[in-house]
């Protein structure tokens, strides 16, 4: 079984530049996360999807971050414009949504803003 | 909300030894407690989980214990192998079926000496 897909692996942008991060959960997992990882530090939820609908996003800096999950399968995550402190690394992570299993991560993509 | 505490930030252990990472939370109403492995430029992997109506759990060289009384939760792991070496992370959630925000640690950093 595939485990949670996310592109690209690393990227490199200029403040006040936006960038868009690529999710695509485990099969059939209804439940979608993305999570912000800084350096030395756990990682804490932005928005939690089920299904199509964002039903905890306060987390969320909403000026300048958006995210969608339009069908309800892979989701992307927006920031614009960047600023330095964003850089950090963006885990997305799934879930069944209707067992105990827990959550699984994908790689995560590293963002530095210069 | 929630906060979790993790202790120790950094531990080296000789090979053959055994590993112990503490966590408290401060929630009382949190119910689902797993532990991450996180390697190198990988996303966390869930290693194991404990519910609140369990005491401990074991799998393999791997168990956790949960004292809901206290508000804490550790992590043990019996005769290390250098394969052990990552970053660990505890959490906590608000729900059986960790479909709430899951709350991290800030790591440990575990180091195995050979």
């Known amino acids: 079984e595939a485990g949670v897909v996310q592109s690209p692996r690393y990227k490199i942008i200029e403040k006040k530049q936006p960038v868009a991060f690529w999710c695509n959960p485990i099969?059939?997992?209804?439940?979608l996360y993305w999570y912000r990882q800084n350096l030395g530090q756990g990682p804490e939820l932005l928005i939690r999807y089920e299904n199509e609908e964002a039903v905890d996003d306060s987390q969320l800096p909403k000026d300048r971050f958006s995210a969608e999950r339009l069908k309800g399968v892979d989701s992307t995550l927006k920031i614009q414009p960047a600023e330095l402190g964003d850089s950090a690394v963006y885990l997305c992570a799934s879930r069944t949504g209707t067992s105990q299993e827990t959550q699984y991560f994908g790689p995560g993509t590293r963002l530095l803003v210069l | 909300g929630e906060n979790v505490e993790q202790h120790p930030s950094t531990l080296s252990v000789q090979e053959g030894d055994s590993a112990v990472i503490k966590c408290t939370y401060s929630d009382s109403a949190s119910n689902y407690f797993p532990w991450y492995k996180q390697e190198l430029g990988k996303g966390p992997q869930l290693i194991i989980d404990i519910r609140s109506n369990v005491g401990e759990k074991k799998d393999q060289r791997i168990a956790v214990t949960l004292n809901k009384t206290a508000k804490h939760f550790s992590l043990h792991i019996t005769e290390t192998q250098p394969e052990d070496s990552a970053v660990y992370f505890c959490?906590?959630?608000?729900?059986?079926?960790?479909?709430?925000?899951?709350?991290f640690g800030t790591g440990t950093r575990l180091t195995i000496i050979p």
């Open positions: 099969s059939g997992h209804n439940t």
């Open positions: 959490a906590a959630s608000g729900s059986n079926f960790g479909n709430e925000k899951l709350t």
